[in-house]
């Protein structure tokens, strides 16, 4: 038997689609561009609501092709109202971005069954323009914005495909038509984009959203936190250094100063206190650098360790406290762009004696005995850096591992963790570490933030993602001041040298997460240029199209006036202006009549089957001759009446119809 090959099937398929009727071919049409804008939402919807959504337009596209009769509405009824109270069973109310999109996704579905009138195929086709912008609620990438251009030109193609008269183009020109009134829409959406007020906030959300459902850095720390958090890949922020870079181990994001413990989870110790302005004393340049945060829910704000001042962030006040924290009055919850400098070499609070030690001191009373204990034997060492050196040579040599799959631990956290199970990831570390140093009477605190970050070669700039997340230790010494131990490093410092993805396949917290990280990292040369493309991509999309702030829209609107108020400037606009007007009207002149054009093209047709019109032969002569000619007879009959009506149009006393472009338009299209 012989197998079917690609162009076999090509044709059968297109024979079967040129053998459909058109208001089948219009239906499924329409049936693609509702496809195209419900599909998205599947990712977000309950899964009966997507399966209902399915069989639906399942249904709808086999009674099209079957030709069978829709549902009565005596049964559409009590399947639209059961739909409505799962929405009001799953999400205890009908409003809502949630319940609204379910709403308006299963509205379109059972719509789709219910088309019995002309001006029900327009109610599908404007309920899908409205829910094509629901996508936005969700995700506003590059590849949703591509993906909505995509919905977009099948829906005007549905539209259009309803609005012809007679004889239908293909297919294949109404999408390029469709195509055709987005790309000259596309100016003037441009324009309004760039000028048009921008309203502060998120656009694409809900008030009660803000804030919800996001991945970030908690106000507190206990054992499985940073664990948890660092299994995810979501982008935290990214930097575009100003100054050079400094080495991947002094990538130390700070975020929040946790002092407070009880046993089993860190706080801070106090709300926030904006300090007052007061220098540190630094060595080394400083780094000047660019964070763009993104919408965490929560008001803190990262820097490289140490910030300076508190940055300036458009839209919101913000602050630094006295331990160096930075935070916005208000959560995050969009993305945020600021400038900060910090200094890689600095001295804090490096007096001969730190005033309020002991809230740096104090531990819980009736936990964690044992670690307590272990603390006042290292009182025995008269150097406190001598304690901080036993402590991290502990680490380093009795078998301690790091691990994301850390043992679940009790009551006795600290303990547990340094005689039982040793095997912990950055919060257990660090955790423990300041814990034994308090005990040793060595005031100690500890810090959250990220560490790490990737740099992309290809827009330069340096993504660090929630996998960075990352817990480390400060003590204070006499004339030294605040210092920075990162315990983690003392078990696996290719966790700082390297980064949080091989460090986490290195040592036995293997994860999906850390494949694709090893293998995206080194696998492949072409895989790895590819995804820092992408990256670059999506990261030039997030600066200059989401963050595009009314802070930057007053900037470009500034920047356009200045340039219009230069003579210079008019000149060439004025120019360019002209130029086009002269452009566009030597095209209309070379259109002319559009019957003629017609007819001229109809000349060429015949031309390329070796019917060329004679230099002195006119449209009747011509159709004489073109009639005993052995075209196709569906052929000659549409050029025969073609040349009848042309010659009508030009020497006939009475004026043609209105109509005669388009019957001139499918006789032509009926001759090809």
Known sequence: MKRPTLSSLRARWSGFVLRMPRD???????LAGALLVLAPHALHLPLWVTALCATTLAWRAAITVRGTRLPPSALLLPLAV???????????????????????????????????????????????FFLLLTTFFYAQGIGTALMMVASTVVLFTAQLSFQFTGTVPPLRRRLWLAARVVLLAAPLGIALFLVFPRIPGPLWGMPEDAGTGRTGMSDSMAP???????????????????????????????????????????????????????AHPTRGPAVRHEVTLEPSGQRWLYALDLPDAAPQVSGRPSAISHEQELAAFGPIDQRVRYEAVSHPDYRLEAGPALPGAARWLALPEGFNPRALAAGEELRGYADPAQRVKAVLHTFRTEGFAYTLDPPPLGRHSVDEFLYETRAGFCEHYASAFVVLMRAAGVPARVVTGYQGGELNPVDGFMTVRQSDAHAWAEVWLAGRGWLRIDPTSAVAPERVQQGAGRAQTRNGGLTALGHLIDFGAGASPLFERVRFEMAALNNGWNQWVLNYTPERQRGVVESIAAALLDWRSFVALALCAALLALAHARRVRRRGDPIDALYSALCLQLSRRGLARGADEGPNDYRARIANTPLAPAQKDAAVQFLRLYSAYKYGARPSPASLAATLKSLLTKFR
């Open 24 to 30: 089948k071919a219009d239906t499924l049409t329409l």
């Open 224 to 278: 499985g936190n940073l664990a948890h958090l660092a299994q995810s890949d979501e982008t935290a922020f990214r930097v575009r250094f100003i100054d050079p870079a400094p080495a991947q181990p002094q990538l130390y994001w700070r975020g929040l100063v946790l002092s407070r413990f009880d046993g089993r989870t860190w706080t801070q110790i106090q709300r926030l206190r904006p300090a007052s302005a007061a």
């Open 82 to 128: 059961a739909a409505a109270g799962g929405v009001w069973l799953t999400f205890h109310t009908v409003l809502g971005r949630e319940a609204g999109v379910a709403l308006l996704v299963l509205l379109v579905a059972f719509k789709m069954l219910e088309m019995r009138a002309r001006r029900d195929l327009y109610v599908v086709i404007f309920l899908c």
